[in-house]
């Protein structure tokens, strides 16, 4: 993927939406694209979280550890982001991300991430909001998980 593919596939998610283009091709320049195999694991649960991912093409699984065994608690495809938390509330990672297929992503370090947010307060907006989306869908799991 040519680096203007990157800045278009960045700016088709929401977090990244409004940035100036020329903005984003520095971001994609200074992200790092890696490239995973199915069954690869782009960050696992417990490990520090110093990096955010933008899933560019493929999918992935985000799993927990329970007590009886591994649970698949969200499935990521294109332009999905992830491992914000970790980096914003300075945390272990809360889940272990992996690949379900050939997957391609951007990571950005939490250093560039900081900056971004500096520069583009629009991105934390983004990120609360998706983080509040998250929370919702989390509270009506487990409202279900309790009724069954």
């Given at each position: 993927m040519s680096l203007n593919e990157e800045v278009d596939a960045l700016r088709r998610v929401p977090l990244f939406a409004r940035?100036?283009?020329a903005k984003l091709k520095l971001l994609a320049y200074a992200s790092e694209k890696l490239e995973y195999q199915f069954g690869q694991d782009l960050c696992k649960q417990g490990d520090a979280g110093d990096a955010m991912f933008i899933i560019l093409s493929g999918e992935a699984d985000?799993?927990?550890?329970t007590p009886g065994g591994e649970r698949v608690v969200a499935h990521l495809g294109k332009n999905s982001?992830?491992?914000?938390?970790?980096?914003?509330?300075?945390?272990?990672?809360?889940?272990?991300?992996?690949?379900?297929?050939?997957l391609s992503a951007l990571r950005i370090s939490k250093e560039l991430f900081f900056k971004l947010v500096g520069e583009f307060p629009q991105i934390a907006v983004e990120i609360m909001r998706e983080l509040a989306l998250r929370l919702t869908q989390t509270t009506k799991d487990l409202a279900k998980a309790k009724a069954a």
């Open positions: 940035i100036d283009p985000v799993t927990i550890s982001f992830v491992g914000e938390i970790a980096i914003l509330c300075d945390v272990p990672r809360t889940a272990t991300v992996r690949a379900k297929s050939k």
